[in-house]
């Protein structure tokens, strides 16, 4: 077993199946010793997570939405590129977050995915991150993260 899902398993994570993109754009792309992978959006148990933060989304199911685009990240990156152990850093991610003009704790969302990735990749998975406030999102989405990874050449 790889050592990243070996420390996933430890941590009771399952990687969810990649969702396949559902406009023109690929899933992930592999450049310059950089893995790009696309937005992920919040999507759980099966169904979309949809509203808006301080709306409709309290700030602790926004954060396990965050979480949740994270996995999604983590398995498109595997699904990429065969195993997550060729992720030598997790480089920035980008979370865009459907809330209320009012709101503002897009950070503190955020963190759900951000903890995450420090979670499987140790300090390699402490990175750059930007976290911005959107009044919707494709299908009603609480969440959308996209992520860089840099990544060990095969």
């Not at 399952?14 to 310059?32: D, Q």
């Not at 309290?58 to 949740?68: F, K, N, P, Q, V």
């Not at 976290?131 to 860089?148: F, N």
């Amino acid at each position: 077993m790889d050592s990243i899902a070996a420390k996933l398993d430890e941590l009771g994570i399952t990687l969810p199946a990649p969702l396949a993109p559902v406009a023109a754009y690929v899933p992930a792309v592999e450049v310059g010793g950089f893995l790009y992978v696309s937005g992920q959006v919040s999507f759980a148990d099966g169904k979309f997570i949809t509203g808006r933060l301080g709306e409709t989304v309290s700030l602790d199911e926004g954060i396990a939405a965050a979480r949740a685009c994270g996995l999604l990240l983590l398995a498109q990156a595997k699904a990429a590129l065969g195993s997550l152990d060729r992720v030598e850093r997790v480089v920035k991610l980008g979370a865009f977050i459907a809330s209320t003009n009012d709101f503002t704790d897009q950070p503190k969302v955020a963190n759900g995915a951000s903890e995450l990735m420090v979670a499987a990749f140790g300090e390699a998975g402490r990175h750059t991150r930007s976290a911005v406030g959107v009044p919707v999102l494709p299908l009603g989405v609480a969440l959308e993260i996209d992520a860089v990874f840099a990544i060990r050449t095969a």
